[in-house]
């Protein structure tokens, strides 16, 4: 699915009415159906009273369409006009005079904190405050009835988006944004919504598909990609019944140090779970006999140290290699690091000590060969392109090192995004229970497993993130958040890749991504 600015969407509004030949009244009556099946299905027709906060735009006129609907089919609605301005758009002083013509009475207007209504804890609030057209940060009694609303223990469903939030720019006052419990967005989700200084906002959210036009859709170039199940299916690479170990490759992991040879028997335990045809683990000297044991399937070659890699030197030929994992920051390391760097012909992935190894010695960033992928949590990438202003300007300072260094960046979080070039793909598979030790080192192999395979530097990093947050989602279904290891992630690889094509009902449980 693709990720629209606010400025694309009312552009796609505006070709939907013309192609469509329909008016934007009639478009808002859509969405406002929409908004009103979701909460017909869940409702059911139960009389809780609905508090439907309407603003003075469009996102307002949302709402007061939703309250019409709602009222005519029975419920128990209270609509609110939060009237912070007098330039109301022309849909909403529309659907203002409809849904008059149905209750006989205006809405009640709020024109400050006096008029502030009490709220049951049982209470539905919809917020319809702001949408995509907020132009400043809600100030005076409307950020006080923002607050007011997030004291309330009511639950809060945000039309479009949460009031307070834009759609691609930075948040400028946290107080004054609605905390939504459930966010329902029309066609496509927002930027903001997968941001970790935005996305704690909308909590869950829905698209709802409100039929805009279909062409500007598939053609626009978006801000971003989110990639779910159908986008992973098309990425998949089948095998063929002829095809042999050779086939997919021989992955190469180069990782561990004294008291982290854990790390490299993750990664190269994942690399083989994902696919890979043959996996070396490169290790120092202490590492061999725990390879060999417990991954048995791999080869293993040993550096001249006991306790830390010295010289990279090998004599097989890797079709792809993963390095850093649990690697230290010994200086012989770093030294190692510099040849391994010069044979660019070898797809690779940098983790862990080998990223802030080139932080530290920012002679290696010129090294490195095109079309790595480097895979840094948050710490990490803010040693490698600096500290940032906001998640924007994050987002802004990743595109200009990928860019610069010729790199594949996947920002590990919550929503994990990887950066290529100016590009942006948005993962929603994961889940906090990988917030674990090891689930990194079990990224890595992933990724280098599908470099193994011939999946080419960008897809092998957008597939594997997808794969590894499904087998951690699967995981969690199967044994909660808390008790995850990065063990049951890998363990959970077989099982991702079934339920890649699984049908849905025979989906293992837990099957619901993020979106
Ligand atoms: N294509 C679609 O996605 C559709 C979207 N719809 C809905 O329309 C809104 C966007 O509506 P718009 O009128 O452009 O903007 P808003 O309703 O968000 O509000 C604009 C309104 O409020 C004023 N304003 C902005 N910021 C502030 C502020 N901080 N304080 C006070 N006033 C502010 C601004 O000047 C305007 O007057 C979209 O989100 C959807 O909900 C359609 O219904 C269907 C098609
Ligand atoms: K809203």
Same mark, same amino acid.
């Given at each position: 699915?693709?990720?629209?600015?606010?400025?694309?969407?009312?552009? @796609?509004?505006?070709?939907?009415?013309?192609?469509?030949?329909?008016?934007?009244?009639? =478009?808002?009556?859509?969405?406002? #159906?929409?908004?009103?099946?979701?909460?017909?299905?869940?409702?059911?027709?139960?009389?809780?009273?609905?508090?439907?906060?309407?603003?003075?735009?469009?996102?307002?006129?949302?709402?007061?369409?939703?309250?019409?609907?709602?009222?005519?089919?029975?419920?128990?609605?209270?609509?609110?006009?939060?009237?912070?301005?007098?330039?109301?758009?022309?849909?909403?002083?529309?659907?203002?005079?409809?849904?008059?013509?149905?209750?006989?009475?205006?809405?009640?207007?709020?024109?400050?904190?006096? *008029?502030?209504?009490? &709220?049951?804890?049982?209470?539905?609030?919809?917020?319809?405050?702001?949408? #995509?057209?907020?132009?400043?940060?809600?100030?005076?009694?409307?950020?006080?009835?923002?607050?007011?609303?997030?004291?309330?223990?009511?639950?809060?469903?945000?039309?479009?988006?949460?009031?307070?939030?834009?759609?691609?720019?930075?948040?400028?006052?946290?107080? +004054?944004?609605?905390?939504?419990?459930?966010?329902?967005?029309?066609?496509?989700?927002?930027?903001?919504?997968?941001?970790?200084?935005? @996305?704690?906002?909308?909590?869950?959210?829905?698209?709802?598909?409100?039929?805009?036009?279909?062409?500007?859709?598939?053609?626009?170039?978006?801000?971003?990609? =989110? &990639?779910?199940?159908?986008?992973?299916?098309?990425?998949?690479?089948?095998?063929?019944?002829?095809?042999?170990?050779?086939?997919?490759?021989?992955?190469?992991?180069?990782?561990?140090?004294?008291?982290?040879?854990?790390?490299?028997?993750?990664?190269?335990?994942? +690399?083989?779970?994902?696919?890979?045809?043959?996996?070396?683990?490169?290790?120092?000297?202490?590492?061999?006999?725990?390879?060999?044991?417990?991954?048995?399937?791999?080869?293993?070659?040993? *550096?001249?140290?006991?306790?830390? #890699?010295?010289?990279?030197?090998?004599?097989?030929?890797?079709? +792809?290699?993963?390095?850093?994992?649990? =690697?230290?920051?010994?200086?012989?390391?770093?030294?190692?690091?510099?040849?391994?760097?010069?044979?660019?012909?070898?797809?690779?992935?940098?983790?862990?000590?080998?990223?802030?190894?080139?932080?530290?010695?920012?002679?290696?960033?010129?090294?490195?060969?095109?079309?790595?992928?480097?895979?840094?949590?948050?710490?990490?990438?803010?040693?490698?392109?600096?500290?940032?202003?906001?998640?924007? *300007?994050?987002?802004?300072?990743?595109?200009?090192?990928?860019?610069?260094?010729?790199?594949?960046?996947?920002?590990? !979080?919550?929503?994990?995004?990887?950066?290529?070039?100016?590009?942006?793909?948005?993962?929603?598979?994961?889940?906090?229970?990988?917030?674990?030790?090891?689930? !990194?080192?079990?990224?890595?192999?992933?990724?280098?497993?599908?470099?193994?395979?011939?999946?080419?530097?960008?897809?092998?990093?957008?597939? !594997?993130?997808?794969?590894?947050?499904?087998?951690?989602?699967?995981?969690?279904?199967?044994?909660?958040?808390?008790?995850?290891?990065?063990?049951?992630?890998?363990?959970?690889?077989?099982?991702?890749? #079934?339920? =890649?094509?699984?049908?849905?009902?025979?989906?293992?449980?837990?099957?619901?991504?993020?979106?």
């Amino acid at each position: 699915m693709k990720i629209f600015s606010a400025e694309q969407l009312y552009e @796609a509004d505006k070709i939907t009415v013309e192609k469509q030949e329909i008016t934007t009244e009639a =478009l808002m009556e859509r969405a406002g #159906i929409q908004i009103f099946q979701w909460l017909n299905r869940r409702l059911n027709g139960a009389p809780v009273p609905i508090r439907i906060f309407c603003g003075i735009g469009n996102n307002g006129g949302d709402g007061l369409v939703l309250g019409r609907l709602m009222i005519e089919h029975g419920y128990n609605v209270i609509v609110y006009v939060v009237n912070c301005s007098d330039k109301r758009s022309k849909n909403f002083l529309l659907n203002y005079d409809r849904i008059k013509n149905v209750t006989k009475k205006w809405p009640t207007l709020m024109k400050g904190e006096a *008029d502030f209504p009490e &709220i049951g804890s049982e209470d539905i609030i919809v917020d319809a405050i702001f949408g #995509i057209g907020l132009n400043r940060c809600p100030g005076g009694w409307v950020k006080k009835l923002i607050q007011y609303l997030n004291e309330s223990k009511a639950f809060k469903l945000a039309i479009d988006i949460p009031s307070g939030l834009y759609a691609n720019l930075p948040l400028e006052d946290k107080e +004054a944004v609605l905390k939504a419990n459930h966010t329902l967005t029309f066609q496509t989700p927002k930027l903001s919504f997968f941001l970790p200084e935005t @996305a704690p906002f909308v909590s869950n959210f829905d698209a709802l598909e409100i039929g805009l036009d279909i062409e500007f859709l598939q053609t626009t170039e978006p801000l971003a990609q =989110l &990639i779910s199940k159908p986008e992973a299916q098309r990425f998949y690479k089948p095998r063929e019944k002829f095809d042999h170990k050779g086939t997919y490759g021989h992955a190469l992991i180069i990782a561990g140090s004294y008291g982290k040879i854990g790390a490299a028997v993750l990664s190269t335990t994942s +690399a083989f779970r994902i696919g890979a045809g043959m996996v070396t683990a490169f290790v120092p000297k202490c590492g061999y006999n725990i390879l060999q044991t417990t991954v048995p399937e791999a080869m293993v070659i040993t *550096d001249k140290e006991e306790e830390f #890699i010295s010289e990279i030197a090998f004599d097989i030929e890797p079709s +792809a290699i993963g390095v850093g994992m649990g =690697l230290g920051k010994n200086k012989a390391t770093v030294a190692a690091l510099k040849v391994l760097f010069q044979k660019k012909d070898i797809p690779l992935v940098i983790d862990a000590d080998a990223l802030n190894n080139i932080s530290e010695n920012k002679d290696l960033l010129k090294l490195l060969p095109k079309n790595s992928v480097l895979t840094p949590h948050p710490g990490e990438l803010k040693r490698l392109i600096g500290e940032w202003k906001n998640d924007y *300007d994050k987002l802004e300072k990743a595109k200009k090192f990928s860019e610069k260094h010729e790199v594949v960046l996947v920002i590990k !979080g919550a929503y994990t995004i990887t950066v290529f070039s100016n590009k942006l793909y948005i993962n929603t598979t994961g889940n906090p229970g990988m917030g674990t030790a090891g689930s !990194g080192d079990a990224l890595s192999g992933v990724i280098t497993g599908l470099l193994s395979q011939g999946y080419d530097q960008l897809l092998a990093s957008v597939f !594997g993130v997808y794969m590894h947050g499904r087998a951690g989602d699967i995981a969690a279904g199967q044994m909660g958040y808390e008790a995850i290891m990065a063990g049951d992630v890998i363990d959970n690889l077989s099982e991702a890749y #079934i339920d =890649l094509f699984a049908r849905e009902e025979e989906t293992t449980n837990n099957s619901a991504e993020k979106s």
